[in-house]
């Protein structure tokens, strides 16, 4: 006889821990692990703001500490396969691909705010959604393969 709630926990597991190369799946965890770091990014955010400096350099520090979470909790639970380039060239490329997304998400919070008229921190959730593509696209083909697998 199996213990109450055996299946719900083999399920979460295999959500979040099983080695994966199942697009769809590592998408699903990629959005899970996106919505911790967009709350470190958006708390750090929201937080500097209210010592007066400007968004635009909040959104900066917001995003570093962001994309830090993103890279440590990724590597964890999304693109469980290792990078063919090793660690170093793994985090390099991260990098690489995280410097343009903050390049993205500045020019759309500006976009957004100074054009659009949005609040900042809407101006920040949009751009949010807008740089995932890029940033999971990119980490996938660049680092571990892409549509080779």
């Not at 597991?13 to 199942?22: D, E, G, Q, W």
């Not at 890279?71 to 985090?91: D, T």
Request: charged share 10%.
């Amino acid at each position: 006889m199996k213990p109450c709630g055996t299946n719900y926990f083999t399920t979460i597991k295999n959500l979040f821990l099983r080695p994966t190369a199942n697009v769809a799946l590592q998408i699903f965890r990629s959005l899970f692990v996106s919505g911790i770091a967009f709350i470190a990014d958006a708390g750090l955010l929201w937080t500097l703001s209210l010592t007066g400096l400007h968004y635009l350099i909040c959104a900066v520090f917001g995003f570093l500490l962001g994309v830090s979470v993103n890279y440590l909790l990724s590597v964890k639970f999304v693109f469980i396969e290792k990078a063919p380039i090793g660690k170093v060239g793994e985090m390099a490329v991260y990098v690489i691909v995280g410097v343009i997304g903050l390049g993205l998400t500045v020019l759309f919070m500006w976009f957004f705010t100074e054009i659009v008229g949005l609040f900042f921190m809407v101006s920040r959730g949009i751009a949010a959604i807008l740089v995932f593509a890029w940033n999971f696209t990119s980490r996938k083909i660049l680092l571990y393969g892409g549509a080779r697998k």
